[in-house]
């Protein structure tokens, strides 16, 4: 009898774990605030406000658990998401804004909860590509506190914008 219960509750076990869905979460910002005293300056670094913001959206961020931290190779969206991944010790991994949520991105990142760090008009198509449709459009060069998250699970996909400041 023993051995028969046991083995109930193992498949029952299983069942469950089986209907599971796994979820996949995507905070997706837009670099801090950037020096603009160089207007030639294709690579600037952060200003003081943005570094500032950079800490703050760290400390915004401290109770959730990234599994990884992605950014674009560019002084400004480096240094913005260089806060969060140090407090989740975790290195940046560089993505193309060219190539934004392709099949490498997708299978690396699913099932996790992921920041990815981009720009005005890198961030929103990238929310978008993951919920493929065209539900938001490129952001005002001056928002840098608009949060993106993007959760899936299973193939039911929401999406929100908050604002951070």
């Known amino acids: 009898m023993k051995k028969v219960l046991l ?12 209907t599971q869905e796994e979820t996949t979460t995507y905070y997706l910002i837009r670099h801090a605030e950037k020096d603009r005293t160089d207007k030639t300056n294709k690579n600037p670094n952060l200003n003081e406000k ?19 931290v992605y950014s674009t190779n560019y002084n400004r969206t480096m240094q913005t ?12 991994k560089n ?4 190539k934004m949520y392709d099949v490498l991105f997708k299978s690396a990142t699913q099932g996790k909860t992921v920041l990815v760090v981009g ?9 978008n590509k993951i919920l493929g449709e065209k539900k938001y459009k490129n952001m005002d060069d001056k928002d840098n506190s608009s949060l993106y998250i993007v959760t899936m699970t299973g193939n039911k996909k929401t999406s929100r914008i908050k604002k951070v400041e």
Do not use: M, Q
């Open 7 to 18: 083995l109930l509750v193992f498949v029952f076990s299983s069942l469950i774990s089986c």
């Open 50 to 68: 943005g570094l500032e913001r950079a800490k703050k959206w760290a400390e915004y961020f401290k109770d959730v658990d990234f599994d990884a």
């Open 81 to 92: 998401a260089l806060p969060t991944a140090e407090s989740n010790k975790l290195n940046i």
């Open 95 to 98: 993505y193309d804004p060219k």
């Open 119 to 127: 720009h005005s008009n890198t961030t929103p198509v990238f929310a």
